[in-house]
C-alpha cells in the first residue's frame, strides 16, 4: 500500500479481496474512489451498485461504505483532510460546500459518477496522477495541489448537474436505477429476478431490457444478479453467523449444492473455505 501525505490530502494504493473485507463505516474525508483493477459491489448508504475498472466514485464525510470484492480488487483512494477544509478561501469553502450538498440531494445511485463527457474520468485520474507528482516533488507548493483539487471537484459537481438535470428529463439513469432496486429488493425471489420477471415488470421485452441494461452497466442481468448475490452471500459469511444453508435459502438458490457450485464459479473458493 502506497501513501502520500501531506497537510491537505491523503492519497493510498490499496488492494481489497474477500479476505480483507470490512463491515461498512463511516470514514469522516470527502473521498474519491478510482477503480483501478477488479469487479464487485460497492456499498453506500443502504444501497449498493456492481463496480469494475475506471470506475469513480465520490463520498461526502458522513457515507456509510464499504467494498464488497468478487475479484482482487485495486484502487486509489483521494481523501481532502480537515487541514484542506480550514485553509482554503471563503469562496473555495462554500464551492466545495455546495458541491457536498449536490452529492447528498442527487439520486446518485451508490455515489458513482456518471460522466457527461467520456473523457471526464480520464481527466480526474491524470489530475490525481499530478497531485502525486506535485507531493513528491521539491518543488511543491500548497496553493498548487489546493488548485488542482478544485478543479477536480468541479468536474465532478459538473457531471453531477448533468446526471441531474438529464434524470429529471427521463435519462436512462432513472430507468436503471430502478431495475438495479428492484434486483435488489427481489434477490432472495428467484422467480421475480428471471428475465422474463423484470422484463414484465419494466413493460419490455427480454432482449431489449438486456440489451438496455447491459449498454448502460456493462453487466447483463443475470450477471448483476448474479454478482449480487456473490457480492452478499461474501458478507453474510465473514460477518454474521449464519451457516451455510441458510445463507444459500436466503438467497434464493434451490439448495446448498447449487450456491456452493455458484459461489465456487465467481470466487474460486467454496462457501467453507471463504468463511474459514
Known amino acids: 500500500m502506497d501513501k502520500i501525505i ?10 481489497l479481496n474477500d479476505a480483507n473485507s470490512k463491515e461498512p463505516s463511516v470514514d469522516f474525508y470527502f473521498q474519491i474512489i478510482i477503480i483501478l483493477e477488479g469487479t464487485g ?15 469513480i466514485f465520490v463520498f461526502t464525510p458522513n457515507d456509510c461504505r464499504t467494498f464488497y470484492p468478487l475479484t482482487n480488487t485495486n484502487f486509489k483512494s483521494v481523501k481532502f483532510t480537515k487541514q484542506f477544509y480550514n485553509q482554503l478561501s471563503n469562496v473555495s469553502k462554500l464551492n466545495l460546500g455546495a458541491i457536498e450538498e449536490k452529492i447528498n440531494l442527487s439520486n446518485i445511485k451508490g455515489r458513482k459518477i456518471i460522466y457527461e463527457g467520456s473523457h471526464d474520468a480520464e ?34 459537481y459538473r457531471n ?10 427521463n435519462y436512462p439513469e432513472k430507468k436503471i436505477n430502478a431495475i438495479i432496486s428492484f434486483i435488489e429488493k427481489n434477490i432472495a425471489n428467484p422467480e421475480k429476478i428471471k428475465i422474463e420477471a423484470i422484463a414484465r415488470e419494466f413493460n419490455y421485452s427480454k432482449t431489449y431490457i438486456n440489451q438496455y441494461f447491459k449498454k448502460y452497466t456493462k453487466f447483463t442481468l443475470k450477471k448483476y444478479v ?9 458478507n453474510h459469511l465473514k460477518h454474521s453467523n449464519k451457516n451455510i444453508k441458510n445463507i444459500a435459502l436466503e438467497l434464493g438458490y434451490t439448495d446448498e449444492s447449487h450456491f456452493n ?10 462457501p467453507s473455505q471463504f468463511k474459514k
Do not use: M, W
Open 123 to 156: 481527466i480526474i485520474q491524470s489530475l490525481v496522477e499530478i497531485i502525486e507528482k506535485e507531493s513528491n516533488s521539491s518543488k511543491y507548493q500548497q496553493q498548487n495541489l489546493e488548485n488542482i483539487i478544485l478543479v477536480i471537484l468541479n468536474v465532478i
Open 261 to 270: 457450485k455458484a459461489f465456487k464459479s465467481a470466487t474460486g473458493y467454496t
Open 6 to 15: 501531506n497537510k491537505s490530502v491523503l492519497i493510498e494504493n490499496l488492494e
Open 160 to 169: 453531477i448537474e448533468y446526471f441531474q438535470d438529464n434524470l429529471e428529463s
Open 41 to 55: 459491489t460497492r456499498y453506500v448508504n443502504h444501497t449498493s451498485i456492481c463496480y469494475e475498472p475506471n470506475d
Open 226 to 234: 448474479e454478482t449480487y448475490r456473490i457480492a452478499i452471500a461474501s
